[in-house]
């Protein structure tokens, strides 16, 4: 019995240092000098110069038109994250609440055009999707980044099953108390769905923060560059140069996971419970 | 649908309104113009378009390199499925038996959940870099030249590492999931009928693990070729010309590098339509899996 849980404990303990060494490697990285780096390759010790590196990838003009600078980037990832998973909970939980609690003619076909956005991810449609925002001018804008990236049924299909595991008495107990769709939506839904509404918030949060082929489509202005869309911009500055910034691009890779990972570390049971709940 | 529900003329529309304008406008307006141009030739100047018909499919399919691509994304599909819900699985399983420092294991193990694909592969990069990566210099202790961006290989061997990687916390997720929902009285029903562990796990636990672990197949494989766009794009750095690229990578390629909207609309479709192969075979199966709940 003793060997098997020794076992157990080594297989995970092995799991926990492949998933988490190469993030620890990559910070400890980014506090030494890029030609130290360049010398004797990754690092696996404090290398004391994490305020200047940082304080230089946060603050330093960068890119080509020496607009963009990394709290500019984390600004714009925050907008989109934020912008992103407000938006989702909003559109999706009144859509759910309609679909779910009202009997109308056009019902079922809308509930199957939501229904069939589930089945093209953008990546499939990235080309034509940019020609429609082109048309409509939405390159270059927030409205651009994030709107069209909500588009799809995620978010909707989450509340629908949330809100029809909610017992039906509730509803009679409410329309015999007088309460009108509005009332009932306020003060008996919305009370309800809040570890929902969390939960889906955070995973949309991190779904819009990470988000890299539309930014990189729809922003070619680096003032609306996210930090995640920053990554290429590494990589095109990094091609054909003598001694790369290894350490600036470390930070910056530190600085755009940081968030996300904050949260979901933070709000770990709910960010379960909405994913595994949820998603079936 | 619930029994009672609301009857009002305006209401639902006016609560679905914002919803459906954004799917129409972002969604079916873009996904009607990707079939109608698979069917026209671009003019390379702009002047108009003409109707070709289904030139622009044969044209992709009869291209030198589409099976190529094709087949490399069917291998790289298979293999990043089938090692991160194999590494997912056995994490989770080990998890689910031990007591001491459980949740410690749990947060450690999921919250590589949280990092983008393309700073995944950043990370990979460096990992497999030519004079920095300790990866590249442990392979060559061993006698192995990794030569990432530059051999076939090796470039793909990078990206299905840093691909796996970044998807075992989710399969990890619902694995565990998926054992802690198995009722207590099942698993000790099970430890009284079956001493061996092994053989418990393979004729109990993993067949009531096996609606779980086909919606992960599916959400897997739609991982592997559409969300990977992120760590192919980094890994090989607008220089796809001898590395692996998936299908998905090929439609942003001919868009938007090669200005080939035809091509790249026909090849959008055939997407299109091998994800919705995909979902109607993951919703029959799932009906008929059903009984589990």
């Known amino acids: ?280 | 649908m619930k029994r009672v529900q609301f009857s009002s003329p305006l209401l639902p529309y006016l609560f679905l309104a914002p919803q459906m304008v954004i799917i129409i406008v972002f969604f079916y307006w873009p996904s009607v113009q990707a079939i109608q141009s698979s069917f026209y030739l671009e003019d390379p100047f702009g002047f108009g378009a003409s109707f070709v018909g289904l030139d622009n499919y044969r044209d992709v399919l009869a291209g030198s390199q589409y099976a190529g691509i094709a087949l490399f994304t069917l291998v790289f599909t298979v293999l990043v499925s089938g090692f991160s819900l194999g590494i997912g699985l056995l994490l989770a399983v080990k998890a689910d038996g031990v007591i001491r420092g459980n949740a410690t294991y749990k947060t450690m193990l999921i919250w590589v959940y949280a990092i983008a694909p393309p700073v995944a592969a950043l990370i990979g990069l460096m990992f497999f870099d030519q004079h920095i990566g300790p990866i590249v210099k442990l392979a060559a202790f061993f006698g192995v030249e990794l030569k990432i961006g530059l051999n076939f290989n090796d470039t793909a061997f990078a990206m299905i590492v840093v691909a796996v990687w970044k998807q075992i916390p989710y399969n990890f997720i619902f694995f565990l999931s998926g054992l802690q929902g198995i009722p207590v009285s099942v698993r000790e029903a099970a430890l009284v009928d079956c001493k061996s562990g092994f053989r418990r796990f393979w004729t109990v636990i993993l067949p009531l693990l096996a609606p779980t672990a086909f919606f992960l197949l599916i959400i897997n494989m739609t991982y592997s070729l559409f969300d990977t766009f992120g760590v192919i794009d980094v890994m090989v750095k607008d220089k796809a010309a001898n590395n692996p690229i998936t299908l998905v990578y090929k439609v942003y390629m001919d868009g938007f590098r090669g200005n080939d909207l035809g091509g790249s609309s026909a090849q959008s479709v055939i997407l299109m339509i091998v994800v919705f192969a995909l979902t109607i075979f993951q919703f029959r199966f799932i009906e008929r899996r059903v009984h589990y709940n």
């Open chain 1, 1 to 280: 019995m003793h060997r098997t849980k020794f076992f157990d404990h080594l297989i995970l303990m092995i799991g926990v240092f492949v998933m988490v060494a190469p993030v620890v490697m990559a910070f400890l990285t980014s506090t030494h000098e890029a030609a130290e780096i360049h010398m004797n390759g990754l690092q696996a010790t404090w290398g004391g110069h994490f305020v200047e590196t940082y304080s230089k990838v946060l603050t330093k003009q960068g890119g080509f038109t020496g607009e963009v600078t990394g709290l500019r980037m984390m600004m714009n990832s925050l907008v989109l994250g934020l912008g992103f998973a407000v938006g989702k909970v909003i559109l999706s939980m009144l859509a759910a609440y309609a679909i779910v609690y009202f009997r109308f003619r056009l019902g079922t076909l809308f509930f199957w055009m939501i229904f069939t956005t589930l089945l093209l991810p953008l990546e499939v449609r990235i080309l034509p999707s940019y020609e429609v925002m082109n048309i409509l001018g939405l390159t270059n804008t927030y409205t651009g980044l994030i709107v069209p990236l909500l588009a799809s049924a995620t978010g909707t299909f989450y509340f629908r099953q949330f809100f029809k595991s909610i017992p039906d008495e509730l509803l009679e107990a409410a329309r015999i108390d007088g309460a009108g769709p509005f009332k009932f939506f306020i003060d008996i839904l919305v009370p309800l769905s809040k570890t929902m509404v969390a939960a889906i918030f955070i995973i949309m949060f991190v779904y819009g923060w990470n988000q890299y082929l539309w930014p990189m489509l729809m922003t070619t202005d680096e003032r609306y560059f996210t930090l995640v869309r920053g990554v290429k911009q590494i990589l095109q500055v990094w091609i054909g140069s003598q001694v790369p910034d290894y350490n600036e691009a470390f930070a910056l890779a530190i600085l755009a996971m940081l968030p996300p990972v904050l949260i979901v570390m933070l709000f770990q049971r709910w960010f379960i419970k909405g994913l595994t709940e949820g998603d079936k």
